[in-house]
């Protein structure tokens, strides 16, 4: 059998943690570790906000909404075509969802159906206390018009950047642009800590109380003090470590995955019915962390994203269906819903394609071949 071409595969090469000197004594490198990252990622992000190292993408979103001051019972406005770990953390919190639908250009929530989930939720007596906004497979949403209406509107805005490192909006790195933002490097990501996470706050004071909850709420005491609900959520220090070795192949991951856009683009551009998800105009620059198409089968001669995908899976070529929306989820199909089908017709016609850093011209060839021999039957 041939091998696996794997959607987006972590990549370690000859990295070894154990090159960082700090990491071999777990009590004198702790911390070294986690500060030595951080900085790396503020550096990085250019930002004088402030960053903290999470144990996940999920658990900075948990500590943003605390930050943002949701409670019991607060409304939180969460785009709907998003993975489910950036809506949990609303329930964690006893919050209450009420989930956007998305817009054609980005995939990202919608500006005018955000407007319309606000009005319909102050109608009943609920102004929202947060907006969750999501860079699906590394694409900003339009932050000038989200911004502005929660600037607007005095809610706070979250930006769940999980899978967008390295992605910009009118050239400012995404996680940096709202009230709080987000990052993952998770093993699916374009550079990996083997789970982990950043969140980007606003001030030292910020991060001093999100490294307190982060920390089990343990004062600093000689004996275990805890004066709130706590959590165990600091990334650990091995994880920081393997974080700062990954971050110096960033750029070139980078290129890699914009080199894989270019590839689909170029594959696709004579075959009717296919279009590759590309940057609405100048102001967006995508991370590319997942090229995706979608399929047309009314101009494809009947073949659906789902004729393509088994298809590549026979020739032991992995690909996915674009994220399950919020509001179609067995979880949260109860909750309230604005927007219009966009998020039905993407999950029903969209795929993300092989996207991986280490993807090889072979690889290359092997896709081509089987994308020809599905549409040239």
Partial sequence: MKKRIYLSPPI?????????????NVYDGIYKDIDGFEKIVKEYLNTDKQVVALNSGTSAIHMALILAGVEEDDIVLCQSMTFVACANPILYQRAKPVFVGSEESTWNMCPEALELAYLECVKKGKIPKAIIVTSLYGMSSNMDAIGSFARKKSIKLIEDSAEALGAAYRNQKLSTIGDYGILSFNLNKIITTAG???????????KQKVLHLATQAKSNLQYYHHDTLGYNYRLGHINAALGVIQFKELENNLKKRKANHKFYEELFKHISGIYVHKEPD?????????????????????????????SLEKDNIESRPLWKPMHMQPLYKDYPYYGNKVCETLFENGLCLPSGSNLTDEDRQRITTSIHTIFNK
């Fill in 196 to 206: 982990g996470g950043i969140l980007v706050v606003n001030s030292i004071e910020e």
């Fill in 12 to 24: 370690y090469g000859d990295q070894t943690i154990l090159s960082t000197p700090s990491s071999i």
């Fill in 282 to 310: 100048g102001h967006f620059i995508s991370n590319h962390w997942l090229s995706a198409i979608l399929v047309d089968p009314s101009k494809t001669g009947g073949i659906t994203r789902e004729d393509v995908r088994l």
